[in-house]
């Protein structure tokens, strides 16, 4: 039986390892049917390696570092944000604010000044050059890392960027299993993510920023749940000064502090807690003002919030109840009614928020996971735009709960990526259909049927 175990573990790997490469060095995105074939073929790999090695910890970690070193000397194919990270990154070495320069506003007076400036603003295209960028601060100094250790080579930043990453990755792994072990989970159930493909090819092979952040929201809920809660705040505004999105997890944290006891019961009994929440907080917040202070200038605010803006009045794509609502716009107003809704699912949002972050329970770490799953799946449902390394952070949250939709989505996510398949980058809607079908049918028989059925047993 082992031997037979462990010859059924080298072949796969070694397929793991000829569809990597091909996917990394052989691929490109507008050969769509090639990309969903390889896709498809390594998420069964990565099932039957874990359902093979489920207790072969040392082993599972070997192979997740390993499979993303594959990708260390390759160019992104499915991504073109990295030719802005190293524009950013180069801009701050030369003594420029990326945050007051678009990378178009040089190009178009025939000013380079960055080194490969024309190479890098073709490389990002049209979209990203043209407007100011959305990285926050520690994000840039991963970018800054690249400019002073591979200045002079596109593919030698895309290999720092890679390895920051992978470290990152490394970091998730070590503070995953301790959290998975403090609330007493199978520690194994972090390789649902460190060997997933989907977190492999979009993180480590496309260069998204994701695992960093991932890895200081980790780190932060392992040092919330072991009591020191200084470290943990230091950590989670780490996190959010590389990607802003932990910052819709803050309001969570209020009664979690309580132990989900109200404040308004013996409150003078509660000065304590109180106390250390509003610490907790400022802690965050302080940092990041400090992380932006060098980038401060009377045209950073403006610039920034009108960037981040674009998201919710602008860029459209992979989004689910939003076509739904722009389909009706267009039923009965004529036309793309972005801005009106743009402007509506701002406020549902934060509704939605204070209303788990005040009426559901937060007594304990894995409440909190929870309602942070529910939180930000809420947000990416009700979206603009979801592009598909977003459900990393959804699906490391999944591991710490019930909830597995997450799992689904991080495979059917792929579907997404049909748009370039044309020469317009135009989105086939019944495709995104399909994919929502998928993980919307998933989440309900999860949430319900499935519920129903473990009641009945």
Known sequence: MFLKRYKSSLFFVLLTVLFYLSFSYDLNRNDYVKLVTLYTALFVLFYKLIKINTNNFTFLAILAIGFRLLFLFSIPNLSQDFYRFIW?????IEGFNPYLFTPESFIIKGISPVLQAQELYLGMGELSGS????YPPLNQLCFVIAGLLAGKSILGSAIILR???ILADVGTLYFGKKLLEKLNLPINTIFWYMLNPFIIIELTGNLHFESVMIFFLIWSLYLYEVGKWQFSAIAFACSVSIKLIPLIFLPLFFYSFFKGDSIFKNWKSKYSEFKTLISFYSIIIIL????FIPFYNQNFINNYTQTVALWFQDFEFNASIYYIARAIGYLFRGYNEIDFIGKIIPSMIILFVLYIA???KNKSLKELITNMLLVLSFYFFMSTTVHPWYIATLLILSLFTKYKFPLVWSFAGIISYIA???????ENLWVIGLEYTIVYGYLIWEVYIKKATIKVA
Request: charged share 10%; net charge positive; hydrophobic share 50%.
């Open 88 to 92: 950013d990154g180069r801009m701050i």
């Open 131 to 134: 407007h100011f960028t959305n």
């Open 163 to 165: 390895l920051i990453i």
């Open 288 to 291: 990041n003002i400090l992380f």
């Open 358 to 360: 005040f009426f559901k």
């Open 420 to 426: 370039y398949a044309n020469s317009n980058n135009i």
